[in-house]
């Protein structure tokens, strides 16, 4: 497969979309926010994000453990690398790439569940085409549609590589004839 890539999103359009969602949470948070990362995913996003909240919030992050194929809804586990007391906690789910919603319909009640006032799930890049459930993003920094290939880029990594980019690409297609 070749590493050539087609970018979707250059670095200064994915940087403002960033930068206009951190004053949309900053506008939308609640008492005690507090935006929590998936690790391995977010990372990139979520440290941008959160330069770009004025107000003090509070950040962690998760680790997700679910099949390959996260259609099929099986969550393997949950990992917190440190406690995190969600008790009255106004909640923002950070995902870099918002596609299924498998994994937020089953974090939010989870989060609720253990005491968060409320959740809510910003997106990096949201493709609402792709669902399988009935979950919506609250908040977005950009949208794709759902003919969209492999994304990569701005952390999103596709067998290890491409995460390092600062624009969000599509792969090319692996596709006989494509």
Do not use: C, W
Not at 12 to 19: G, I, L
Not at 74 to 88: R, S, T
Not at 113 to 142: I, K, M, S, W, Y
Request: no cysteine; hydrophobic share 40%.
């Amino acid at each position: 497969m070749s590493s050539e890539t087609t970018i979707l999103y250059d670095t200064e359009e994915v940087q403002a979309a960033v930068r206009r969602l951190g004053s949309e949470l900053d506008e939308n948070l609640g008492e005690e926010p507090l935006l929590i990362s998936l690790l391995n995913e977010s990372v990139l996003f979520i440290a941008d994000l959160v330069r770009s909240i004025e107000r003090p919030i509070r950040y962690e992050f998760i680790q997700v453990g679910y099949s390959a194929d996260d259609t099929d809804g099986e969550i393997l586990n949950i990992e917190y690398p440190m406690p995190i007391d969600l008790n009255g906690a106004d909640v923002i789910l950070v995902r870099d790439l918002a596609t299924t919603g498998v994994i937020e319909s089953y974090l939010v009640p989870q989060f609720l569940q253990h005491g968060a006032r409320r959740v809510r799930v910003a997106a990096l890049l949201d493709v609402p085409d792709r669902r399988t459930t009935d979950f919506e993003t609250d908040f977005r920094a950009l949208t794709a549609p759902a003919d969209t290939g492999t994304l990569v880029g701005y952390g999103m990594k596709h067998e290890g590589r491409h995460g390092n980019k600062g624009h969000i690409s599509q792969l090319p297609s692996t596709t006989p004839g494509a």
